[in-house]
């Protein structure tokens, strides 16, 4: 079916649903004339991204977005780097951390009481 079909079905207008496609949200299936035919297949990707903007509150540009961190090793190393800078995201403790600071713990747990000298 066209895309003025398609988007009667989904709910929303043409332009929305060719938004949509600008951001990546849709299939890349086109026919040989450039024009966009859309399937069930099609169908249930756009209602399933429509679906994940409800519940998660997100805008389908912000849905985009998050498809790119998830394709992008370089993209989710940055957003990674920026959530750790803010505190949003804990500083993952290396095993070598983790190790040194046991250690360190044990130290002061067994180090010999003080005593104090008599005159």
Wanted: charged letters at 30%; proline letters at 7%; aromatic letters at 4%.
């Amino acid at each position: 079916m066209r895309i003025t079909e398609a988007a009667r079905r989904l709910g929303m207008s043409p332009r929305m649903l060719r938004y949509r496609e600008a951001l990546g949200l849709l299939p890349p299936v086109r026919e040989q004339g450039a024009h966009r035919r859309f399937g069930p297949e099609e169908l249930a990707a756009v209602a399933q991204g429509v679906e994940l903007e409800k519940r998660f509150d997100v805008s389908p540009a912000e849905l985009a977005f998050a498809l790119r961190v998830l394709s992008e090793p370089a993209v989710a190393a940055a957003v990674r780097d920026l959530g750790i800078r803010i505190g949003r995201i804990a500083v993952p403790r290396r095993a070598l951390d983790f190790e040194k600071e046991k250690a360190l713990r044990l130290l002061r747990t067994s180090a010999p009481a003080h005593t104090s000298k008599k005159s």
